[in-house]
Nanobody
Framework: QAQVVESGGGLVQPGGSLRLSCGAS????????MGWYRRTPGKERQSVAL???????NYADSVKGRFTISRDNAKMTVHLQMNNLQPEDTAVYYC????????WGQGTQVTVSS
């Protein structure tokens, strides 16, 4: 049984936008910090954005001002609005939770290319 399910990736031109979504089970979502990581071939997964249960956010310097993370606690979903996408944003994006029960999902591919 999947704990997190990511969606919303795709192919977009530079300067375009995408909105990623993550649905999570209660044990993963409730009262936990949620976030998004990304990984490019040959590199470790890196944190992109985090959001606490109360809504405090933290962003990687490379995405500040372009990406916005949000969460809907009633629907147990987390979103990542990505604007002004650039080729260097190309990666597989993964939903993350601070829950001790968390395991990585399949991720969703984001490709930024003209």
């Amino acid at each position: 049984q999947a704990q997190v399910v990511e969606s919303g990736g795709g192919l977009v031109q530079p300067g375009g936008s995408l909105r990623l979504s993550c649905g999570a089970s209660g044990s993963i979502f409730n009262f936990n910090t949620m976030g998004w990581y990304r990984r490019t071939p040959g590199k470790e997964r890196q944190s992109v954005a985090l959001i606490s249960y109360s809504g405090n956010t933290n962003y990687a310097d490379s995405v500040k001002g372009r990406f916005t993370i949000s969460r809907d606690n009633a629907k147990m979903t987390v979103h990542l609005q990505m604007n002004n996408l650039q080729p260097e944003d190309t990666a597989v994006y993964y939903c993350w939770s601070s829950s001790r029960y968390f395991t990585w999902g399949q991720g969703t591919q984001v490709t930024v290319s003209s």
